[in-house]
């Protein structure tokens, strides 16, 4: 039996490493196209963009798995009953449930290692990841000054270039530069013919150097506008440093981020879950407190001056209502529209609050929901290779991707309506794995008696203790 559960793991371990790698692939490039709008043209470098893909990738692990063993398990008792070696196995004596266990053990394993990488390694990736994903969409592009394009990408500076020439684009002609860097509008300007543009100090400052220019600068007078005077200023070169501080990576820190769902480990997403119940609960108990001083009514004296009473009744005697008017209804009508504006305001931040604690319950059944989608691929991959009988890449990679879209709506579908309240959190995170249960033990019973995939036989399904009263009945018939 050593010997075949080696032969069982070496013929899982190759498929299963080749499609981790390959659904990894998959799912971070569509990952990357996500965000791909917020990385090009800003001159990131190979540090940042291979930093960045591996902390996506870390992302990607807990959801590559589950279809990693559904696709590997299929492929690997696909092959074995293609070649006969399952037959052979099954003829000598051994059961199903035995050839299946080795690989059950590896699945149970992959599930413990899902469940604390999901729950340690997973909230550092995402606070890594997307704290430096923030810094990137904040940082400009890089510098790209166009033809004919007033380019402000450079603080208190407005640049426009007629025409680049040169291999590089460095030699520029019709250079015209806004400077309002002091804070009084377009007070400086500068034309040239022609200039050079470079880099300086390694690439920290812009050098620009004009030739044959002119520099217009009016310096208004503070206390006589009128009077402002206006210098004219030719030059045959002149020199200009821009800093290029501003298109520096500027990293922020992680721990402004560290308060996101996202970034909590479970026992952070419960404490946190239980403070928000607790404050929900206290906050709909003090709702009646808070809108008794609203129900009053309104009663004058003799001296025509206004008292306030609270109802302490909803029962009140006709004989101590005063006669209705105008001032009363009025009074009646302001009170309603408070009541009506202080219970909407109050309904919607409880509405919030409540999803607000649905959305970490949320986080916390995914960890427990990705870690046994493991067990479930494998209950369906593993029988349903072993009653197709067909291996490699063809058949086995379109049953598992229709299985695991499928898996994956039902998730969708299942968090979408816990998140929105059409059903309980709990019930709508394991929808999914609820309704592909049966087909998984369907497959089992069916790869256990060798049947094909639709030779249903549902008499079977029943258990016995279940079919025993009607044993009698079809004797009779």
Same mark, same amino acid.
């Given at each position: ?25 998959? *799912? ?25 893909l591996?902390?996506?990738?870390v992302?990607?692990?807990?959801? /590559? ?19 006969h ?9 051994? /059961? ?30 995402? *606070? ?34 007629n ?8 030699v520029?002609?019709g250079v ?6 002091n ?7 500068i034309l ?11 690439g !920290?400052?812009?050098g ?5 220019g002119t ?24 020199m200009?440093?821009f ?28 404490s946190?879950?239980d403070?928000?119940?607790?404050? *929900?609960?206290?906050?709909?108990? !003090?709702?009646p ?7 009053t ?7 025509g ?9 909803? !029962?009140?005697?006709?004989t ?15 009170r ?9 305001s ?18 916390i059944?995914?960890?427990?929901? !990705?870690?046994?989608?493991i ?52 019930i ?5 794995t ?17 049947s ?26």
């Amino acid at each position: 039996m050593k010997k075949l559960d080696k032969l069982i793991l070496r013929a899982f371990a190759g498929p299963f490493l080749l499609t981790l790698a390959v659904v990894q692939f998959i *799912l971070l490039t569509q990952y990357m196209l996500k965000y791909l709008d917020d990385l090009v043209g800003k001159d990131l470098g190979v540090a940042i963009i291979s930093q960045l893909l591996f902390y996506f990738s870390v992302l990607m692990v807990p959801v /590559s798995l589950p279809l990693a063993v559904l696709l590997s398990s299929l492929m690997t008792y696909g092959t074995l009953g293609e070649h006969h070696e399952l037959t052979a196995i099954k003829t000598s004596g051994i /059961s199903l449930t035995r050839i299946l266990r080795p690989v059950l053990l590896v699945a149970v394993a992959l599930a413990g290692f899902s469940f604390w990488f999901n729950n340690t390694i997973v909230p550092k990736a995402n *606070l890594s990841a997307y704290s430096l994903l923030w810094d990137l969409r904040q940082q400009k592009l890089a510098l790209d000054i166009r033809e004919g394009v007033f380019y402000n990408g450079i603080p208190g500076y407005t640049i426009k270039v007629n025409q680049k020439l040169g291999e590089n684009g460095d030699v520029l002609m019709g250079v015209m530069i806004y400077d309002h860097t002091n804070g009084q509008g377009n007070s400086t300007v500068i034309l040239a013919d022609s200039g050079r543009m470079f880099t300086r100090f390694g690439g !920290q400052y812009l050098g620009l150097e004009l030739f044959r220019g002119t520099m217009y600068v009016e310096q208004p007078d503070a206390r006589d506008r009128a009077g402002a005077s206006f210098v004219r200023e030719a030059f045959d070169r002149n020199m200009i440093t821009f800093s290029l501080s501003s298109f520096d990576l500027n990293r922020t820190k992680k721990e402004l981020f560290a308060e996101n769902k996202m970034m909590k480990n479970l026992p952070q997403l419960k404490s946190y879950t239980d403070s928000l119940h607790q404050r *929900l609960t206290l906050e709909r108990k !003090q709702l009646p407190q808070q809108l008794t001083p609203y129900y009053t009514y309104l009663r004058f004296d003799t001296t025509g001056q206004k008292q306030a009473r609270r109802i302490e009744s909803w !029962q009140v005697a006709t004989t101590r209502l005063p006669a209705v008017n105008a001032q009363f209804l009025e009074q009646a009508a302001n009170r309603a529209r408070n009541v009506k504006a202080y219970a909407g305001s109050t309904g919607e931040r409880l509405s919030n609050l409540a999803k607000e604690a649905g959305n970490f319950r949320i986080e916390i059944y995914r960890k427990y929901v !990705q870690s046994v989608a493991i067990l479930l691929m494998f209950l369906i991959g593993a029988p349903l290779g072993a009653i197709i009988k067909k291996g490699g890449l063809g058949v086995p990679v379109l049953i598992s991707i229709v299985f695991f879209i499928v898996y994956y709506v039902l998730s969708i579908m299942g968090e979408k309506y816990g998140r929105e309240g059409v059903m309980p959190v709990g019930i709508g995170m394991w929808m999914s794995t609820i309704l592909l249960l049966p087909a998984g033990l369907v497959f089992l019973n069916q790869a256990r008696r060798d049947s094909g995939l639709l030779e249903l036989d549902f008499g079977r399904l029943i258990p016995a203790k279940l079919r025993w009263p009607f044993r009698g009945y079809q004797r009779s018939v």
